[in-house]
């Protein structure tokens, strides 16, 4: 009797060991992307299921978390609501400005005819260049949309990042912010009581304080009258047309001379098409009707050693479109012949450059955050409808420049 007994013993143990084990070592399904309209819970509470649209850089995409499911726009997914997560990690405010319709298709493109609800922004890391044109664009697509932004901090960094002009911006479209708590000090011991909501890099949010973020931001909708609004689809007026590869790796052109894709970063899985000193061409086809601005989003990073925040691991490059491969050689002859003059001042400002050529630097504007690999985008110059040709040389022998998307945004230039 004594061995039936500890027999089921046995095999009770093994059974929680069992699920315990599944607990801890099963990775959770990926969150889900349907739209429907199942019942939210908001503050414990049945309502609303809504769409929602979430748009940061790499805290909003989850990185430093065990799993992505914990950062908080899949925390408001577990409440009920449909939520698009459009976060990518070193990526500040300009990308998504000018490339929001390609960023949505390129997802799915069945939530370009989604009503969105709302719209949670999240840039003070990364930066928050061309925010204005982001939120104009976005609320001439969603007028009935509330937008809340979310102002984080990182605990690296002494001083504050501003967002008075992205909280001037957001207020001014019947938005709010959310401040993220910050250090009254850079005492030590003002720092240690916020530990508990960063992760391990003290850069990035861990679970708790995705969860505190995503708290904030249902406190915010249950005290605004969203639920209660009918949204509708505004326009485009132009839209936009953005290639990257940052993400997948996948190029949509061809490219020759000395650029190859490659996978700078094998553990997050980041892409680019780098281009060494001897040159590059990218081939572009412009399918539009009109000539139109091109810019390119690159990768910026200063130098580890001494982190000089002026410095670049990546060559200063110089760049020149033309619309035949007889005429982009002759550039590129031109440029090895010694027939290009460019100067320089101290500071990398262009005091004198050859006509046609545009020169662009890889020090990201942004100075002070860029010991972290950054994005940055910069117009290099116009294509024509049909074929073109982009000549990228680098100026020293540095790194390869790396190219992780194109950007043409007819919408960009009506604002």
């Not at 698009?84 to 990526?91: A, D, M, P, V």
């Not at 050693?305 to 020149?320: A, L, M």
Request: proline fraction near 5%; include cysteine.
């Amino acid at each position: 009797m004594s061995l039936v007994k500890n027999g089921r013993r046995i095999v009770v143990i093994v059974s929680i060991a069992f699920f315990f084990v599944n607990v801890i070592f099963t990775q959770p399904e990926e969150p889900h992307r349907q739209l429907s309209n199942a019942v939210a819970t908001l503050n414990g509470k049945p309502s609303k299921a809504l769409n929602i649209l979430t748009l940061g850089g790499s805290v909003t995409w989850g990185a430093a978390l065990w799993d992505r499911k914990f950062a908080y726009p899949y925390l408001l997914e577990e409440d009920g609501h449909k939520v698009l997560n459009l976060g990518i990690r070193g990526h500040g405010s300009d990308y998504p400005a000018q490339c929001i319709q390609s960023m949505i298709m390129e997802e799915e493109s069945d939530y370009l005819q989604v009503p969105f609800d709302v719209i949670i922004l999240e840039f003070s890391i990364n930066g928050t260049l061309l925010y204005n044109l982001l939120v104009k664009r976005l609320q001439q697509r969603y007028p009935e949309a509330l937008f809340m932004y979310v102002d984080l901090n990182s605990l690296n960094f002494p001083s504050k990042f501003s967002s008075s002009n992205v909280a001037k911006v957001t207020r001014g479209v019947g938005g709010d912010v959310y401040s993220f708590p910050r250090p009254k000090s850079q005492e030590p011991k003002e720092i240690r009581k916020l530990l508990h909501l960063y992760a391990s890099d003290r850069h990035h949010l861990n679970r708790k304080g995705h969860e505190m973020v995503k708290e904030k931001i249902e406190m915010f909708i249950s005290e605004s009258d969203v639920a209660s609004k009918t949204p509708r689809l505004g326009t485009w007026n132009g839209g936009d047309k953005c290639n990257t590869w940052f993400r997948t790796g996948e190029v949509p052109f061809d490219f020759t001379g000395n650029a190859t894709l490659k996978e700078f970063d094998t553990i997050n899985h980041k892409f680019s098409i780098e281009v060494s000193i001897g040159g590059g061409v990218i081939e572009y086809n412009h399918d539009g009707k009109h000539d139109a601005e091109i810019t390119l989003a690159y990768m910026t990073k200063c130098l580890d050693e001494g982190g000089d925040p002026k410095s670049s691991i990546y060559p200063s490059v110089v760049i020149k479109i033309e619309q035949s491969k007889e005429k982009i050689k002759a550039a590129s002859n031109a440029y090895k012949n010694g027939d290009f003059q460019i100067s320089l001042s101290k500071d990398n400002v262009v005091e004198s450059i050859t006509s046609g050529w545009k020169f662009l630097d890889t020090v990201h504007p942004r100075i002070r955050r860029r010991r972290f690999h950054q994005e940055n985008t910069s117009v290099v110059g116009v294509v024509k409808p049909g074929p073109n040709f982009i000549y990228v040389q680098p100026l020293e022998n540095k790194e390869p420049f790396r190219i992780i998307a194109t950007v043409l945004c007819e919408a960009c230039e009506q604002h």
